[in-house]
């Protein structure tokens, strides 16, 4: 399972339609989290990402260092689903998605993911699984961490 973590001031997920956009969430300070599953991942996966996510020391202290987690600060979450993560280019010039786990698969870790980060008391928003999306973010600072359940980096 691979995240992609990015410190935000405010976050929103608006769904794309043919006939209307819709924003499904929104959110304040805190993460904004893309997500990706790959075959063969588990609930471990889930719950080591979503600890992760949940502990990450990367908001101010009073000192001005990267000192304090979510949890600390009372931020919310806005994670949303996205394959690409899983893409592979080291060949030609077209991705391959092929470690990309079957939708089935990848939706129930992703609302495992989510469950997992609410059991730990966070305010926890979604996208829309396999659908056409546009992501608004005011990135914080930048932050952004890169996280791999298989702990690749």
Do not use: W
């Not at 405010?10 to 075959?39: F, M």
């Not at 996510?53 to 689903?81: C, M, P, T, V």
């Not at 080291?90 to 470690?99: F, K, L, V």
């Amino acid at each position: 399972m691979r995240a992609v973590i990015q410190r935000t001031v405010s976050s929103a997920v608006t769904v794309i339609g043919p006939s209307h956009n819709e924003t499904v969430a929104a959110i304040g300070h805190g993460l904004t989290v893309l997500l990706g599953v790959e075959e063969g991942d588990t609930a471990a996966d889930a719950r080591y990402i979503a600890d992760k996510i949940a502990g990450l020391r990367i908001f101010d202290d009073e000192n001005g260092k990267l000192n304090r987690s979510l949890q600390d600060i009372k931020g919310e979450i806005l994670l949303i689903s996205q394959f690409t993560l899983l893409g592979d280019a080291r060949n030609g010039r077209r991705p391959s998605y092929s470690r990309a786990a079957r939708a089935e698969t990848a939706n129930a870790l992703y609302e495992q993911t989510a469950l997992y980060l609410r059991e730990r008391g966070l305010n926890v928003a979604t996208g829309q699984f396999q659908t056409h999306m546009h992501i608004s973010l005011c990135n914080d600072g930048p932050v952004t961490i890169l996280l791999d359940s298989r702990k690749i980096f």
